[in-house]
């Protein structure tokens, strides 16, 4: 019999407890090691690869899953040399962990540090991708943080295979094995939601349904995004060649991703220039447009459907399209209709971008180009855990130290804290020092 | 008919999109003038408290009240009058938004900060503490959120008459009354903690029974801490005299703190020696010791009584002893025990202290320091939120700062995410700017 959900989570934390005495070489030496370990393994993973296909097939033809769900399920040798490149990536990042955050005098031979440290235990709900195993995995680690992994089940054969050669490479490096733990059922993710004594962070990665299944039966904190209806504001001083460019990438770049723009404003004072322009680019590109009534009097085209609802996320070659009399008026869409994740303005008035910058309250705000750059990768974080568009603890594309947390070390002589109140008070000096 | 708790909830939504245009100096003449009205309002506070008061008596009697929540609902001159200064105080500090937190170069032209932000709205949730009134709204102001109160029933009057008179002044600058709001009942509790969709942040003040119910109760994000159960641990190598000051300081300066110490873990080679210096000085303070068999068995004392339970937070003149064999069984029963709030390494020995500070994992680990020390104004915050004890967002003693979020904000010149792809994918530079 397998252990129960909450002994793997209580051995997770006994495991998450080690990394405060593992050094980051050893940490990115396990790291590269499994990526070896993987690549060399490439095929028997190709094997088991192949029973969770012959199942997936089954549900491809009954419909239960689609062509992009059986595809991101399918691995090849080019992925799985992708899955190990991304692993040593992550290997040869900076050390999140031990970054001294702030260091403050409190008084003589009194000082504090705010110091980087990991979170503790991750749990890892997804769906049908075997590179989110690896890929947590060695973000997981390289943040010293122990790591639960519940792949779903039409991926099973393939996670257990790259759970079981990842787990046997950190362990040739002195990292504890529950460190990575996998479970499986649907039961199981109940019982893990229920953990939240001993699981600090939960990342949901898959649909819409699996993100707020996740949400509505946990009281563990989450780390994700339900859905990313990002918009693109053209301004009645929008540069419109340039505005028809960053819709066009926006929207056509990766339809189906997160930051990929679901509705386009257009000022009314460019609209009768502007629509006829975007009609023509995005049809062009197989764009099906979707317009409010003045969008549809103006493009006089009967192919062009009335929206039927502001706030999907089409995640498809469909753009929705609304004609506004104002900034405000955009302003007050987005914050009506946004899920708070990238909101683009295109204009060359400046105060007007300052404005839309200032006042739109989302992860993301942009000025004059594409929802697309809301990526850890183009940020410039080097791997990217997820996008949150939750305002607490990590916003935006999360990087490394979205899976670390910071505690205050403070070094003392024998320091009271009643020297310091009352009539006599001792006076603190509360005096910043250089953190480098 | 008083408003729905959803329609409170949705004009403090509307209310908090302003403080994006709000600068800082007129939140802080905002603040400074609700101060001074506090102070000319102090006869009719008083008159108000006297009617919260004359309620307290009978439940102080019948004991639904202690004699210390008693004390801090009643209002005197010279409270009002640390009200106003605290408030004045919260005015002064620097401008938490609008802070640039990293500022990158992605290519030319195209340039992302990272920049502090409002998170959006907070409800606080208190017991009998007048003071939480002006304190919170003066910080959520400060840092540009709107806030909904619900005081406890017990400080009612003065509550609504401390909420009147802020958002009458708050008004007459500019600031819009929805910013901050009252609730009364404990129906309206249970509605407030369902408005995740409206409510960003949720903090609440008071016994662990609040807290706790709070946290079973929503998946609004939580700030806070349930219990604070600190411990210093005397290492073998500790200076004795220092251990001694320390321990009374963290237990006897003020016991009902939540960075009071609970439990003392000696290790047993200084156990024999330390053990009746301890007892003399903490018997000498009137605290009451309960130990281990083996404490018990070195003191020799009938009035020690054992221990029933690590887990207790006293939050009284009572201390828990417990003599370890090793700095790994403290640190373990630290991890066991304790809360992650404070914890606290008494010892001559630097590989000890170092190892200590590394390995436990809490919120604040010191080395020859009292566990006193973790609060915002000693840490030099110069006011305080509240201590948390959760891991993510805000950590310890929180600040200002743990009332903002961020958000990113990227200036173009037109780019679009498929020149940086591909084969001729135009390389990013991602230069770290200066924030300054």
């Given at each position: 019999m397998s252990p129960a959900v909450w002994q793997i989570a209580e051995s997770a934390r006994q495991a998450s407890r080690q990394f405060a005495t593992i050094p980051s070489v050893q940490r990115d030496a396990a790291i590269r090691s499994a990526a070896d370990a993987i690549e060399q393994t490439c095929q028997q993973l190709l094997e088991a690869n192949a029973k969770d296909l012959a199942v997936a097939d089954v549900m491809l033809t009954s419909g239960e899953i689609?062509?992009?769900?059986?595809?991101?399920?399918?691995?090849?040798?080019?992925?799985?040399?992708?899955?190990?490149?991304?692993?040593?990536?992550?290997?040869?990042?900076?050390?999140?962990?031990?970054?001294?955050?702030?260091?403050?005098?409190?008084?003589?031979?009194?000082?504090?540090?705010?110091?980087s440290c990991p979170i503790g235990v991750?749990?890892?709900?997804?769906?049908?991708?075997?590179?989110?195993?690896?890929?947590?995995?060695?973000?997981?680690?390289?943040?010293g943080n122990a790591v639960i992994l519940k792949p779903g089940h039409e991926v099973e054969h393939t996670a257990s295979l790259l759970f079981h050669t990842m787990r046997h490479s950190f362990a040739k490096h002195g990292i504890a094995e529950d460190s990575v733990s996998l479970i499986a059922g649907r039961e199981a993710v109940g019982e893990l939601l229920n953990e939240s004594g001993l699981i600090d962070l939960v990342i949901p990665r898959g649909s819409k349904q699996l993100i707020e299944f996740v949400q509505a039966n946990t009281h563990i904190p989450m780390l994700g995004h339900a859905e990313g209806i990002c918009h693109v504001y053209v301004d009645a001083a929008a540069d419109l060649q340039m505005a028809l460019d960053i819709i066009d990438d926006a929207k056509t770049d990766y339809p189906a991703a997160c930051n990929a723009a679901e509705t386009v404003l257009v000022h009314e004072a460019v609209a009768m220039a502007f629509l006829p322009l975007l009609a023509d680019r995005l049809q062009a590109k197989s764009v099906k447009l979707r317009g409010c009534d003045q969008t549809k009097a103006i493009?006089?085209?009967?192919?062009?459907?009335?929206?039927?609802?502001?706030?999907?996320?089409?995640?498809?070659?469909?753009?929705?399209?609304?004609?506004?009399?104002?900034?405000?008026?955009?302003?007050?869409?987005?914050?009506?209709?946004?899920?708070?994740?990238?909101?683009?303005?295109?204009?060359?008035?400046?105060?007007?971008?300052?404005?839309?910058?200032?006042?739109?309250?989302?992860?993301?705000?942009?000025h004059n180009a594409s929802t697309r750059f809301a990526d850890g990768y183009r940020y410039g974080f080097g791997a990217e855990v997820g996008i949150s568009t939750s305002k607490l603890h990590a916003r935006g594309p999360v990087g490394l130290e979205g899976l670390t947390t910071y505690k205050y070390v403070l070094r003392g002589t024998g320091q009271l804290a009643r020297t310091y109140q009352g009539a006599n008070a001792r006076p603190f000096s509360h005096r910043q020092l250089s953190t480098e």
């Amino acid at each position: 019999m397998s252990p129960a959900v909450w002994q793997i989570a209580e051995s997770a934390r006994q495991a998450s407890r080690q990394f405060a005495t593992i050094p980051s070489v050893q940490r990115d030496a396990a790291i590269r090691s499994a990526a070896d370990a993987i690549e060399q393994t490439c095929q028997q993973l190709l094997e088991a690869n192949a029973k969770d296909l012959a199942v997936a097939d089954v549900m491809l033809t009954s419909g239960e899953i689609n062509l992009a769900s059986y595809e991101r399920l399918r691995l090849t040798d080019k992925k799985i040399a992708d899955m190990s490149r991304s692993m040593r990536a992550v290997a040869s990042l900076p050390d999140p962990l031990g970054r001294v955050l702030q260091k403050t005098e409190l008084d003589t031979g009194l000082v504090l540090e705010k110091i980087s440290c990991p979170i503790g235990v991750l749990a890892v709900i997804f769906e049908a991708r075997p590179d989110a195993v690896t890929q947590i995995s060695a973000l997981a680690l390289k943040s010293g943080n122990a790591v639960i992994l519940k792949p779903g089940h039409e991926v099973e054969h393939t996670a257990s295979l790259l759970f079981h050669t990842m787990r046997h490479s950190f362990a040739k490096h002195g990292i504890a094995e529950d460190s990575v733990s996998l479970i499986a059922g649907r039961e199981a993710v109940g019982e893990l939601l229920n953990e939240s004594g001993l699981i600090d962070l939960v990342i949901p990665r898959g649909s819409k349904q699996l993100i707020e299944f996740v949400q509505a039966n946990t009281h563990i904190p989450m780390l994700g995004h339900a859905e990313g209806i990002c918009h693109v504001y053209v301004d009645a001083a929008a540069d419109l060649q340039m505005a028809l460019d960053i819709i066009d990438d926006a929207k056509t770049d990766y339809p189906a991703a997160c930051n990929a723009a679901e509705t386009v404003l257009v000022h009314e004072a460019v609209a009768m220039a502007f629509l006829p322009l975007l009609a023509d680019r995005l049809q062009a590109k197989s764009v099906k447009l979707r317009g409010c009534d003045q969008t549809k009097a103006i493009l006089a085209d009967s192919s062009i459907a009335s929206v039927d609802d502001w706030n999907r996320e089409y995640s498809d070659l469909v753009l929705a399209v609304r004609v506004v009399p104002s900034t405000d008026e955009a302003i007050r869409h987005i914050h009506t209709h946004g899920s708070s994740h990238t909101e683009t303005v295109v204009t060359e008035d400046r105060a007007v971008a300052e404005e839309f910058l200032a006042q739109v309250d989302a992860a993301g705000v942009f000025h004059n180009a594409s929802t697309r750059f809301a990526d850890g990768y183009r940020y410039g974080f080097g791997a990217e855990v997820g996008i949150s568009t939750s305002k607490l603890h990590a916003r935006g594309p999360v990087g490394l130290e979205g899976l670390t947390t910071y505690k205050y070390v403070l070094r003392g002589t024998g320091q009271l804290a009643r020297t310091y109140q009352g009539a006599n008070a001792r006076p603190f000096s509360h005096r910043q020092l250089s953190t480098e």
